[in-house]
């Protein structure tokens, strides 16, 4: 099993910044790719960026310029850097991560509100 905690949403205001962590733990071996989605009320879980085990990255269009995904040197860490923010990203946000099985875990999600 793979646990993973997430820390740093919070409440900002439009044009400001907040940077997610994600920590992995337990059998991180194998974890390939880890990234994030995120969940507005009413609305389907959506990819925002993902990462490779060799730092290949990708982003949804809605974010590309303005979140930067990374990861931890010791690769069982991953960051969501999130600048010029808009109210429209404000949602639930989810890390995950890809073992080499191809099973997928999941964190608890971390609140991001960005007022106008």
């Known amino acids: 099993q793979v646990q993973l905690v997430e820390s740093g949403g919070g409440l900002v205001q439009a044009g400001g910044s907040l940077r997610l962590s994600c920590a992995a733990s337990?059998?991180?071996?194998?974890?390939?790719?880890m990234g994030w989605y995120r969940q507005a009320p009413g609305k389907q879980r959506d990819l925002v960026a993902g990462?490779?085990?060799?730092?290949?990255?990708n982003y949804a269009d809605s974010v590309k310029g303005r979140f930067t995904i990374s990861r931890g040197n010791a690769k069982n860490t991953v960051y969501l850097q999130m600048n010029s923010l808009k109210p429209e990203d404000t949602a639930v946000y989810y890390c995950?991560?890809?073992?080499?099985?191809?099973?997928?875990?999941w964190g608890q999600g971390t609140q991001v509100t960005v007022s106008s």
């Open positions: 995950y991560a890809d073992r080499a099985d191809t099973v997928r875990f």
């Open positions: 337990g059998s991180i071996k194998n974890i390939n790719a």
């Open positions: 990462i490779t085990s060799d730092d290949s990255a």
